[in-house]
């Protein structure tokens, strides 16, 4: 009985597997096809005379928003969008989760309900507000303006994350910090930091995921030509006239999802035991 108990589980796990990977190996089969072959055969077929022709397009000759550089450019534009207001949100997040946890009063307990409030409005609800406070700012239509805003929606939930992992941290070991002169800031690089590794890849895989996939607040804070690979994937893939080149479209697809496949796989270990350790448990 285990072992059709077994037997059925790796069946589903399988069958859940191939669900999931099968729009992917698509993508991949497709991006490998002359566009002749795309037209003219099933999209689901393999490739007959594979060629990394559209790949190239795709990363350095498409041309988008009147550019002809393909991807490249704005591949650019997300990362410098992407490493600010990720490691920002971590650190912050960090610190005031650790703060947060320190102790409970009627004044930190209505700040953590705000942040918990904060993390299911929608950025639509707040979208006009947000737009008037950084135009106010000088920011609008700049990279800086579109980091800032992911710093500021990405702050509660990594806040969330960090207070409840730092929580479970036994108090007996901050106590004997302190008796051995660590502060605040002591306690939290010496001792809670190295604990939080687990915690800080779960908030990193999912902050980078939701950064690097955003494409509402891109499309609205940053100027033309300073805006993220999705914006152009979009723009790519709808302003074509004439025949569409799908294979050029798949390609770029799978470029443009290659960065968040790479942070999971060199993070992955470390996610699997942060969810594992109760990291986004409340």
């Known amino acids: 009985m285990n072992a059709m108990r077994r037997g059925a589980l790796y069946l589903m796990l399988t069958v859940a597997a191939l669900a999931v990977l099968f729009p992917l190996?698509?993508?991949?089969?497709?991006?490998l096809k002359p566009l002749d072959e795309v037209?003219?055969?099933?999209?689901?077929?393999?490739p007959q005379d594979p060629t990394l022709d559209a790949w190239r397009k795709a990363w350095g000759s498409a041309c988008i928003s009147g550019q002809c550089s393909g991807l490249s450019v704005w591949f650019a534009n997300s990362f410098a969008i992407v490493i600010p207001a990720l490691f920002g949100s971590l650190a912050l997040g960090a610190i005031t989760?650790?703060?947060l946890s320190l102790r409970?009063?009627?004044w930190s307990d209505l700040l953590f309900a705000a942040l918990l409030i904060g993390l299911f409005i929608p950025p639509q609800v707040t979208l006009y507000p947000m737009i008037v406070l950084v135009r106010e700012m000088g920011l609008f239509?700049?990279?800086?303006?579109?980091?800032?805003?992911h710093l500021v929606w990405g702050l509660a939930f990594v806040t969330l994350l960090f207070r409840n992992f730092f929580l479970s941290v036994p108090r007996d070991l901050l106590k004997s910090a302190r008796v051995d002169g660590a502060g605040f800031l002591a306690t939290f690089w010496y001792v809670l930091l190295p604990l939080s590794l687990p915690v800080a890849a779960v908030a990193l895989v999912l902050q980078f995921t939701y950064i690097w996939n955003d494409f509402l607040l891109g499309l609205t804070f940053a100027g033309p030509g300073r805006q993220p690979v999705t914006v152009a994937l979009n723009t790519l893939a709808g302003s074509q006239f004439g025949a569409q080149?799908?294979?050029v479209n798949m390609a770029a697809t799978v470029i443009a999802a290659l960065?968040?496949?790479?942070?999971?796989?060199?993070s992955g270990r470390l996610f699997v035991r942060g969810i594992a350790a109760g990291a986004v448990k409340g």
């Open 245 to 247: 080149e799908h294979n």
């Open 25 to 31: 190996l698509v993508m991949l089969s497709t991006s």
């Open 39 to 46: 037209t003219n055969g099933s999209l689901f077929a393999l």
């Open 97 to 99: 989760g650790y703060a």
């Open 259 to 266: 960065p968040t496949i790479l942070v999971y796989f060199l």
């Open 141 to 149: 239509g700049s990279l800086p303006g579109l980091v800032f805003v």
């Open 104 to 106: 409970s009063s009627r």
